[in-house]
């Protein structure tokens, strides 16, 4: 049995952390305020993560660090550089394998499906504070002073997953009563939806996996499938089938930024919706043993998540 320390207790962090507990480890989770529910295996240690030398203490002893939490995206150009710093440090002092929780911003919009040989060529201000957090990272790694490894995942949804623009809050508990929802984009548009099971999975598989240390890896991912069909299966499997799926139009989208820091940052990542979005995740599954979880299963599993915290959150 191990210690890990998971950064973060978001849907990924909460998930992963669970998970290293079902396969007999120790874990600690450090969170900003600390969490007064307690869970059997899980320590939850207040602290703000960006403060390198807590984090240093926090984290000796410790095979691996699970690095899963995120500035809201208002303050990612304040808050990541001093986040991504500490990490390093903390992982450069303990020893500890940093596991990054990755998106794919860092490549910037790209033609055909997404592979990690492409280059890091993002303009945007989002995706240039990602593809640095993996770049500094990587540039310790290549030096001798950390061990580190990349997971980059979709849009993910699943069991948990309530915030964001996409297969969760602003679309699932309308859809349960059966109600019109509305998306970014083209509704129609393929797109590779990340399981969040299978998020948590690839993170602890890659921390324990050396082979897998020094690149980045994407999480193992269904083939796409429209913000359209993925509505009619949520349909289909709540027996609410069929719901009308609206795309937000640019307009739309410009005038409720003005009220929702949300949608006014994801103006940047817009293009990921309006057009193809597609994930190959062909390289880990040839080394790895992780596989996308079947997508009725994904299906299921989150219509019958979604119901139950409806019914206890109201």
């Known amino acids: 049995m191990s210690l890990h320390v998971v950064i973060g207790f978001g849907p990924a962090g909460a998930a992963t952390a669970r998970l290293l507990v079902e396969q007999g480890h120790s874990v600690r989770v450090v969170t900003r305020s600390g969490r007064s529910t307690a869970e059997p295996g899980i320590t939850h240690l207040a602290l703000d993560a960006s403060d390198s030398a807590r984090l240093t203490e926090a984290v000796q002893g410790a095979a691996a660090i699970h690095g899963c939490a995120a500035p809201p995206y208002h303050r990612w ?5 001093p986040l ?6 903390a992982a450069e002092a303990s020893g500890a394998v940093l596991v990054l929780l990755g998106n794919l911003y860092g490549y910037g919009p790209v033609a055909g499906p997404l592979t990690e040989d492409l280059p890091l060529a993002a303009t945007g201000t989002k995706g240039r504070l990602r593809a640095a ?22 849009d993910f949804f699943g069991p948990g997953v309530t915030d964001g623009g996409h297969l969760a809050a602003r679309v699932i508990p309308p859809l349960l009563r059966g109600k019109a929802v509305s998306t ?3 509704p129609d548009a393929p797109h590779s939806w990340t399981y969040l099971p299978d998020v948590a999975r690839a993170l602890v598989e890659v921390a324990g996996e050396e082979r897998a240390w020094g690149r980045a890896w994407h999480v193992p991912t269904e083939p ?3 913000v359209r069909e993925m509505v009619d299966r949520l349909a289909r499997q709540a027996g609410t089938a069929p719901v009308a799926v609206r795309g937000l139009p640019a307009p739309a989208l410009a005038l409720a930024g003005l009220f929702s820091p949300l949608l006014r940052e994801l103006k940047e990542v817009r293009y990921q919706f309006d057009r193809p979005f597609l994930v190959d995740s062909s390289a880990y599954e040839a080394e790895f043993g992780v596989r996308a979880t079947p997508v009725d299963e994904q299906v299921k599993a989150t219509v019958d998540w979604w119901r139950g915290h409806l019914a206890t959150s109201g």
């Open 77 to 81: 150009a304040t808050e990541w550089p």
């Open 224 to 226: 796409a499938l429209s």
């Open 84 to 89: 991504a710093a500490s990490l390093c440090t």
């Open 184 to 186: 970014l984009g083209d």
């Open 133 to 154: 957090v993996w770049e500094q990272a990587l540039a310790l790694h290549e030096a001798g002073r950390i061990k580190a490894v990349e997971v980059r995942a979709s």
